[in-house]
């Protein structure tokens, strides 16, 4: 099936996705410890995410998918994240890996859209091992990558790989790849981001996307479509997938320490934790951290949609102000986190008290490799000072 043939739905507006993503939250709640303990999430909750079409917000409108902006991604990821971290980590990835497929060479995209334009793809992206044989017509790939979170549900996968230039992504479908079931971690279990491995695979040169065209903002697919973010270096828009669903997380987490100490006493004192001075002004602090994020988040978001429009990469120091600002939206989301666990008290421990959960998922989310803020803060820092950027 050709992108021309695929029947094109009215398209939803943000409104009604970040409806349909509220009308979900009740059911992710009661599913979240179950999420965890399988170390994936359900073949309910997935269906529940194709049924409402969040995986097409960014897909090309030629293959089906709403072709609407990251503004609306974001905001339907941080709902989502609100319920379940797990959920929302794992939307964000089918979000944002269909964008990623409209990057893709339009051979590649016929063929990854083929039999149903509700697809959905995981990536991986760090090898233990690899290696990869150019050939006629392609390469031969094989290899063991790390993190491919959501892989249980994917039709295909996109694998990056070191070339000559650096971190090319390679597609290839699910048929030619060994899911390991190794996903034992104290958070974001539920992503089920288990290990890949690849066995002398042929990859077609048309599932290639070249890194220097990444950064360029002149791949294939991007020009194909013209989709405005695509004029722009990949990384711009690809470091704000996953703060909306730290800030969803933590949104979460202070309506559960808030619901958790209604009625609660000092052990000691008798006293209602909801009266106690010192817990207003930490929900406070927390709730407007959280506000502040959403803000930042909001405010670069409007910013990438402008300079795609425009046609217009920013500066490198504008362009690194973004990233930074992401870095650090994930480090404030840690911080709210761990405040808000000390506040909560040592009944927030128990496995059956979502919290804890939060908490988990949470820590386990600011270490992501694109969110270090030490590395953002001090590539910002030299730019400010006109030094080069340092080599690593």
């Given amino acids: 099936m050709t992108s021309n043939q695929l029947h094109v739905a009215k398209i939803p507006d943000q409104a009604e996705l970040i409806s349909r ?49 990251f503004d609306t991604a974001a905001e339907v990821i941080r709902t989502l994240a609100t319920a379940c971290g797990s959920s929302g980590w794992v939307a964000n990835l089918f979000i944002v890996h269909n964008w990623q497929m409209g990057l893709f060479p339009i051979e590649a995209q016929d063929e990854y859209w083929a039999d149903r334009s509700d697809q959905v793809c995981s990536t991986a992206s760090f090898a233990t091992q690899s290696e990869m044989k150019e050939v006629d017509g ?3 790939l094989t290899g063991h990558w790390k993190f491919s979170s959501g892989c249980d549900f994917a039709g295909w996968f996109i694998i990056l790989k070191p070339s000559s230039t650096s971190m090319d992504w390679l597609l290839v ?44 903002g002149t791949t294939p697919g991007g020009k194909a479509h013209g989709i405005p973010l695509a004029r722009l270096p990949f990384v711009l828009p690809a470091v704000w ?13 202070a309506d559960a320490v808030q619901q958790t100490l209604i009625g609660k006493k000092a052990l ?35 910013e990438l949609q402008s300079w795609g429009d425009n046609g217009a ?24 986190a761990n405040n808000l666990a000390l506040m909560s008290g040592a009944t927030s421990i128990n496995l059956s008290n979502p919290i804890q959960r939060y908490q988990r998922d949470i820590n386990a989310g600011v270490t992501h490799v694109s969110l270090i803020w030490e590395e953002a803060a001090e590539n910002y820092g030299r730019a400010l000072w006109e030094l080069p950027p340092k080599r690593r």
């Fill in 138 to 140: 392609g390469f031969r």
């Fill in 173 to 216: 479908p699910r048929s030619d790849v060994t899911i390991v079931d190794d996903w034992f971690v104290s958070g974001l279990s539920g992503t089920g981001s288990k290990d890949l491995i690849l066995e002398d695979v042929f990859v077609p040169q048309h599932r290639r996307v070249s890194i220097l065209d990444l950064v360029a």
């Fill in 21 to 69: 993503a509220h009308a979900l939250l009740p059911i992710l709640k009661e599913r979240a410890r179950q999420a965890e303990q399988n170390r994936r999430l359900s073949e309910e909750t997935v269906a529940e995410f194709r049924a409402a079409g969040f995986h097409k917000i960014l897909q090309p409108r030629a293959y089906g998918g709403f072709g609407l902006g």
């Fill in 313 to 336: 990469p920013p500066s490198q120091l504008e362009a690194l102000s973004s990233q930074r600002d992401a870095s650090y939206v994930a480090r404030l989301m840690g911080k709210v």
């Fill in 268 to 302: 000691f004192s008798g006293e209602l934790q909801s009266e106690r001075v010192a817990n207003q002004i930490k929900l406070a602090e927390a709730l407007t951290d959280i506000h502040a994020a959403e803000l930042i988040m909001r405010h670069r978001l409007a």
């Fill in 241 to 253: 997938g996953i703060p909306p669903a730290l800030i969803g997380m933590a949104n979460g987490m």
